[in-house]
């Protein structure tokens, strides 16, 4: 199913915590609410997501 989603969203480096449709009487049809994280060897900018050398490392 991980997979299946990152294929479908066109993400690398990423993994799919939890999929799930979300409805309510505020959305006039359901949504697919999917979420997903950084995979843990990624070290991203928490300001523009790029790959990082490192932890401080500019």
Known sequence: MNS?????LN???MVVENV?????PMRPEP???V????????????RCGRKR???DRG
């Open 20 to 24: 799930c449709i979300v409805d309510g």
């Open 53 to 55: 050398r490192g932890y």
């Open 11 to 13: 993400v690398k480096g």
């Open 31 to 33: 949504v697919l609410e």
């Open 35 to 46: 979420r997903v994280r950084p995979r843990a060897g990624m070290l991203r900018c928490s």
């Open 4 to 8: 299946i989603f990152k294929q479908l």
